[in-house]
């Protein structure tokens, strides 16, 4: 019976103790009907299109399993402020701002995944007054914050619970065929905030940490206590 206490008790200590990481992506053009993206000045969401579809892959950190695919919604509202802007080559200029806000993805039994980004950035490559076709969002636990909240089912062998990540976090869109009716690119007004309405295409992947919720490891170790009885 003791043996039985110590191997539920170091079961228990294993689970409450163990981060698992899981990662998380959608391909640029999984919405085949429109753009992922749009924004204008400080704001940057989804699309218009008022279903915005992508496909979510959730994977087990490049492990065997093959990725789990979910038809979802796609929501996306950040704030970006401007920072600062740097000459990489004659005429070529990066533009760095802050971005903080959330996005989600949903499914017809509601909203599957929620991601909280706090202190990322957004980093445009153009001219001097101009964002040109590209650029990219960036969140990360070091600096910064990223919290991820699972609310479907448990996926232990993908690292996957329900509930909120414990970190390290990081999440990346790679915003393509950036435009504005007028043409590619967007244009800067004299706060180097986009002046006109501008959408893109995207690509999404970032790696969140879940650990089981404590009831689910009481009954892991609770299922390898009965088990150790059961094999005396």
Known sequence: MKLNLVLAATTLAAFAGL????????ASDSNQTDFTFGGFGTNVSDASDPTDPVTLLVDDSNGPLPAL?????FDADFTIGYV?????APGIFTHNYSLNGTFTFSNLSGTLLTVNIADGALIA????NTWGSTDTILGSDNPGSVEYI????????YGVFNGTSVGTDDA????????TALGSGVSLGTDMMPNNEWRSEGSYSGSAFFVPA???????????????????
């Open 214 to 232: 404590p009831g689910a490891t009481a009954l892991l170790g609770l299922s390898a206590l009965v088990a150790g009885r059961r094999r005396r």
């Open 150 to 157: 699972w609310a479907g089912g448990d996926l232990p062998a």
């Open 69 to 73: 695919e979910f038809d979802v919604e």
């Open 19 to 26: 981060a698992q990481a899981a990662t998380f992506s959608f």
């Open 172 to 179: 990346a869109f790679t915003l393509t065929f950036l435009q």
């Open 125 to 128: 490559l153009g001219g001097q």
């Open 84 to 88: 600062s802007s740097a000459m990489v």
